[in-house]
Each structure stands twice: as structure tokens, then as C-alpha cells.
């Protein structure tokens, strides 16, 4: 058929600017996509100025996704309270509506399906999961300031939202 499918011959590599060491050198380092390629100190501080806020915001984010679970676990816990109430015979000499049991809900149980509940909870997590792989794809340019940046932000934001997770 006159098709050669050898994987004999060279193959034709090209170089990138991409250096596989950390380093400080501001020069060549993309940053997430094409555009962005710090070429000098000014350019590389803005990024690390950008990468530092990120390391806060997504902390900002960890603990708000804490504090909305806590305060969902409370509200299914209610919801799951109120449902065993409804669900017990009521006798006529009740004249207040008012929760006949105090129960605490131990073990293993699984909260209802609510789709407030849940589905922000879904879109947290692809926020903070988005936030995680820009991370990562900064980290993978070996650039120090870039990880020194990312780590005192986390540092920070950890300091500043930490206690509400």
C-alpha cells in the first residue's frame, strides 16, 4: 500500500522555553496559557502578586465550604427531626405544635438529598478543586518565586480563615 509504519525514523522535537529545574530566571515562564509569559522581574512579580491572592482566596474558599457544611449538617439534621415528628401519632389533648422528642442522631446515617444543600456543595468543590490545578500548573514551571509566592498565600489565607474550618 506503499505506507511505511516503521517507527524507525527521527522524530522531530521541538525545543520549549520550559526549563525541567526550579530556577529564578524571569524570562519564559507560561503561566496557565499562552498569553501570559512573564518576560521580566516587573512582569514575574505581578504573578507572583496574583499567585499570593490566590493562595488566600482559595483558603477564603476551604473555609467557607467548612462553615456551609456545618451549617448544612445542621439543617438536614432539623429536616430529618421534624420528619420523625410528623411521622408519630399525635394525640387530641396536644394543643401547642411543638417537637415531642429530642433526639440526637448518632452513628452512621445519611442526610437527605437536598438539592440547595447539594448542589452548592458540588459547585464549592469544582471551585476549589479549579483552584488546585491552576496551583499545580503553576508549580510545574519550576519557577521558585511562582511556589514561594503560592506557599506564603496559603500560609496567610490559612492564618486568616483557618479557624473557621
Known sequence: NGMD?????????????????LHLTPFGDTLWFQGWVPT???AVIGACIALFLLGIF???????????????GRSAQLAMLEKLNRSKDTTPTDKKPKLRMIMTLRGRHVPPFMP??????GI???????????FMLAVMTFQ????ASICVGVGIGEIMFGRYI
Open 5 to 21: 509504519m516503521s517507527m524507525d525514523g527521527a522524530m522531530e522535537l521541538t525545543p520549549s522555553n520550559m526549563v525541567p529545574y
Open 40 to 42: 521580566g522581574a516587573g
Open 58 to 72: 482559595e483558603r477564603w474558599l476551604a473555609a467557607s465550604r467548612a462553615m456551609a457544611e456545618s451549617a448544612w
Open 116 to 121: 440547595a444543600h447539594d448542589i452548592a456543595r
Open 124 to 134: 464549592l468543590h469544582v471551585a476549589q478543586t479549579a483552584v488546585g490545578f491552576l
Open 144 to 147: 521558585v518565586a511562582y511556589i
